[in-house]
């Protein structure tokens, strides 16, 4: 996932583990039982965020 714009998206119980995330945008993002682990996170914008729950974990999102 390169350059997406998830700003003021509900994130709920979404898994991104293992995920390759560059340049998104989550501001103002809600972010609610999401998994991150073993993600890769690069130049994310986090400004506003709320992390309930979230566990830096398994998804490729390029597809």
Do not use: H, Q, W
Not at 10 to 15: A, G, M, R
Not at 31 to 49: R, V, Y
């Amino acid at each position: 996932m390169e350059n997406a714009d998830l700003r003021g998206a509900i994130l709920k119980n979404t898994d991104f583990t293992s995920a390759k995330l560059k340049g998104a945008k989550l501001k103002g993002a809600t972010i609610d039982n999401t998994f991150f682990e073993g993600a890769e996170i690069s130049g994310i914008d986090l400004t506003g965020k709320e992390f309930v729950n979230a566990d830096f974990l398994y998804v490729n999102p390029n597809c």
